[in-house]
């Protein structure tokens, strides 16, 4: 059964920055796992903002992180980091960490909340002005 553990989320004022932590497990392998970073504010639609594959170099981000946020990973320990610098009040949202298998992905699908089939609970990160 795959598990993904989020942490990581926080209250920071504009400017600031934060890192969100996502690990994985019960994969049996990680070839062709993509692993996405997608947020949700009160009252608007879940969005993707970040994906790359574990055991791949393509990352891919929304136009409204891009610049700013940074997807990582660290194969050792399964975990993908979201590096988020100069963040916004418009960034405040639950973070959600997702994960599923696929060979080749555009930038739509790759940050399509319908591609994935796990989830993690989710992080807060709230922003101040």
């Known amino acids: 059964q795959v598990q993904l553990v989020e942490s990581g989320g926080g209250s920071v004022q504009a400017g600031g920055s934060l890192r969100l932590s996502c690990a994985a497990s019960?994969?049996?392998?990680?070839?062709?796992?993509?692993i996405a970073w997608f947020r949700q504010a009160p009252g608007k639609e879940r969005e993707g903002v970040a994906a790359t594959y574990a055991r791949g170099s393509v990352s891919y981000y929304s136009d409204s992180v891009k610049g700013r946020f940074i997807i990582s990973l660290d194969n050792a320990k399964n975990s993908v980091y979201l590096q988020m610098n100069s963040l916004r009040p418009e960034d405040t949202a639950m973070y959600y960490c997702?994960?599923?298998?696929?060979?080749?992905?555009?930038?739509?699908?790759?940050?399509?909340?319908?591609?994935?089939?796990?989830w993690g609970q989710g992080t807060q990160v709230t922003v101040s002005s």
């Open positions: 019960g994969y049996t392998s990680y070839s062709s796992v993509i």
């Open positions: 997702a994960a599923d298998r696929h060979v080749s992905m555009t930038k739509a699908q790759a940050l399509g909340i319908m591609t994935y089939e796990n």
